[in-house]
C-alpha cells in the first residue's frame, strides 16, 4: 500500500504538531494576562491605588463601585484626588491603578487609557458620566472592573 510509507513520515509531524498545539494552550491557561501585573500586585500587597478625580472622597455609584473593586481584589483603597489630567497622566504611566470621577465618553484619554462606564451610562452623547479608568493592555484587571461595573445594577 503507497499510502502506508506516507503516513510513516507525517505521523511523527502530526505528533510533532499536536504536541506543540498542546503547550502552546496550555500557556493560555491563566490568560487574560496584565503584562504590568497590576491585579497580581494589587492582591499581593493588599492596596488600590486610587484617584479620584475632584472629590476627596467616593460617594454615590464611584463609592458602590470603588467598595466592589475592593471587595473583589481584597484590597484597601488609598485614595488620592486631584484634577483628571494629572490623575490620568499618573494611572497612564503605572503609579495609580484605578481613577474615579466624571469624564466624556469621547474624552482623548480613550486613546491613553480604558474607560469603564456603568451599563446604565452606557452613551455617545458628549456629556459628563460617572466612569472608572484604567491602564491600557492590563486585560485581568480592566475585566474584573468591567464585571464589577456591570454588578453595580443589583446593588440597593
Known amino acids: 500500500m503507497p499510502w502506508l510509507g506516507a503516513g510513516r513520515v507525517a505521523f511523527p509531524r502530526l505528533r510533532l504538531g499536536l504536541g506543540l498545539a498542546v503547550l502552546a494552550l496550555a ?14 500586585r494589587i492582591r ?18 464611584a463609592g458602590r463601585y470603588l467598595a466592589r473593586v475592593a471587595g473583589a481584589t481584597g484590597a484597601r483603597p ?7 489630567e494629572r490623575l490620568l497622566t499618573e494611572l497612564e504611566h503605572g503609579r495609580l491603578d484605578l481613577v474615579l ?3 466624556r465618553p469621547d474624552t482623548p484619554w480613550t486613546s491613553h ?12 452623547e458628549p456629556v459628563l458620566v460617572t466612569a472608572a479608568a484604567a491602564r491600557h493592555g492590563e486585560n485581568a484587571w480592566i475585566m474584573l472592573l468591567e464585571r464589577e461595573a456591570g454588578r453595580l445594577g443589583g446593588d440597593p
Open 44 to 61: 499581593a500587597s493588599g492596596e488600590l491605588r486610587v484617584g479620584l478625580i475632584a472629590d476627596p472622597q467616593p460617594d454615590g455609584t
Open 113 to 124: 487609557v480604558n474607560i469603564v462606564l456603568h451599563p446604565d451610562q452606557q452613551t455617545n
Open 78 to 84: 488609598a485614595i488620592v484626588s486631584g484634577p483628571s
Open 101 to 103: 470621577g466624571e469624564l
Open 27 to 40: 500557556g493560555c491557561a491563566d490568560l487574560p494576562k496584565d503584562p504590568e501585573g497590576t491585579l497580581e
